[in-house]
């Protein structure tokens, strides 16, 4: 069955740096784009960019430019992010999610069809 | 960036209630709207996909509806395994955005 399947929780002090790993499984790796959503403590979701599995190309949301890096690990069916010079307000939950592609009534759509069960990372001196 | 208005922050339905959340995009996003619902503690789940397809195994009493900018989420007689937050979604233009959420609770 198909799996998004995160590293482990983190507790990390300001300006250090953390890498979360999503590792999927049941699918084939480089047909779907990996998208990081990021939800702080007793808050929404704030979608943070997505890199595409394939080529390998990030994108970013403004608020994540600069300090996040998504990667890959694609012979690892693995998509990775990295978080530099932490902040207090990185502390949150952090979710990997797979964005599948639906044809209906003749246009492309999408949605998170499956997701990560989320990795909290907690910054605090 | 696509503003995406979400209400009411929260609700309490009665068992076998039908209740509605709503969505309102600041531009129109051509039904590239996604429901998702997600339980205390757990990942988001989706629910429907273009406004109004329901995801393989999401129980039927959940539909969606709308078009342009407004969009809602109906859930068909509340069940108990019901109460959790839902959040709208669109991708009809990066960045994605996501509505703020509804606290659905069981009275």
């Known amino acids: 069955q198909i799996q998004l399947v995160q590293s482990g929780p983190e507790l990390k002090k300001p300006g250090e740096s953390v890498k979360i790993s999503c590792k999927a499984s049941g699918y084939t790796f480089t047909d779907y784009a990996m998208h990081w959503v990021k939800q702080a403590p007793g808050k929404g979701l704030k979608w943070m960019g997505w890199?595409?599995?394939?080529?390998?190309?990030?994108t970013y949301a403004d608020d994540f430019k600069g300090r996040f890096v998504f990667s890959l690990e694609a012979s690892a069916s693995t998509a990775n992010l990295q978080i530099s010079n932490l902040k207090n307000e990185d502390t949150a939950t952090y979710f990997c999610?797979?964005?599948?592609?639906?044809?209906?009534?003749?246009?492309?759509?999408?949605?998170?069809?499956?997701w990560g069960q989320g990795v909290m990372v907690t910054v605090s001196s | 960036d696509i503003q995406m208005t979400q209400s009411p922050a929260s609700l309490s339905a009665s068992l076998g209630e039908t209740v509605s959340i709503e969505c309102l995009a600041s531009e129109g996003i051509s039904n590239d709207l996604a429901w998702y619902q997600q339980k205390s503690g757990k990942s988001p789940q989706l629910l429907i996909y273009?406004?109004?397809r329901l995801q393989d195994g999401v129980p039927s009493r959940f539909s969606g509806s709308g078009s342009g900018t407004r969009y809602s989420l109906k859930i068909s007689g509340m069940q108990p395994e019901d109460e959790a937050d839902y959040f709208c979604q669109q991708s009809y233009k990066y960045p994605y955005t996501f509505g703020a959420g509804t606290k659905l609770e069981l009275k």
């Open positions: 273009a406004a109004s």
């Open positions: 999610a797979r964005r599948r592609i639906y044809y209906y009534d003749g246009t492309y759509y999408y949605g998170f069809d499956y």
């Open positions: 890199i595409n599995t394939y080529t390998g190309k990030p």
